[in-house]
DNA sequence: GACAAGTATAGTACAAAGTTCTACAATTAG
DNA sequence: CTAATTGTAGAACTTTGTACTATACTTGTC
């Protein structure tokens, strides 16, 4: 996975669906659109096990129900904070969004 | 995993964050307030290829793009639809939450 | 028309994620 | 004291997801 531009969520969301408008309007291409479609996404970066941990710990949740949350298994959650297994990709994506919005806002 | 009952989203949160405070309030227990956690998280099923590439087509947007969103690779995008590999763990926590909130919700 | 770019299929090979199982502490609850 | 919860630890195992090709159809542009 490549890098992504970091814009403020709620800001980016509306001004995404103004060109959303645009684009079927015409106004802007379809290059344009799918390029800036991207930079919307909530950047995403690696996790150290510490950062993994203080996140969960943020949340107030046992390694357990931030399992239940990812839909993983516990054991992973544990490994992932040991530093024996690195999350990957959907993984990164859910902690990335976790660290974001918060846990309620992948409930 | 195992099963998890079905609560519509909006009343479910409502309703959560009354019971946190019940729960910091020590009105309910623990054990209680764990179970009750489980059972608002948005119910996670398999997908089968149809449903895949039919919840890509409903939001507009080609393999590359959806594989973006997904952070995995197109490459995983086009097996899935094609029924070579089914999307696992986290996967379906992701293609659960686009289906029940639509892309923009992890955006 | 020719040419490039975007979209999707198809096949291979491979590293590593995630699962499952077990056992063992430490803590907390009842 | 007993039982349940939480987290660590290590093992073997399955399969996802990646990377790399090549091919073909469509679309837009010069």
Redesign the pocket.
């Known amino acids: 996975?490549k890098k992504s531009k970091a814009y403020r969520s709620e800001a980016a969301a509306a001004i995404h669906e103004t060109a959303t408008g645009l684009f079927e309007a015409g106004v802007i291409?379809?290059?344009t659109m799918?390029e800036f479609d991207d930079s919307c996404l909530t950047p995403i970066h690696e996790f150290t096990p510490g950062e993994i941990?203080a996140l969960?710990?943020r949340e107030q949740?046992?390694?357990?129900?931030?399992?239940h949350h990812?839909?993983?298994?516990?054991?992973?959650?544990?490994?992932?904070?040991?530093g024996?297994?690195?999350?990957?990709?959907?993984?990164?994506k859910l902690l990335s969004l976790i660290e974001r919005k918060g846990l309620a806002s992948i409930a």
Request: aromatic share 6%.
């Open positions: 996975m291409d379809k290059r799918r941990r969960r710990e949740v046992s390694q357990t129900v931030f399992a990812l839909n993983i298994s516990k054991d992973s959650i544990s490994q992932w904070e040991r024996e297994k690195r999350p990957a990709g959907p993984s990164l």
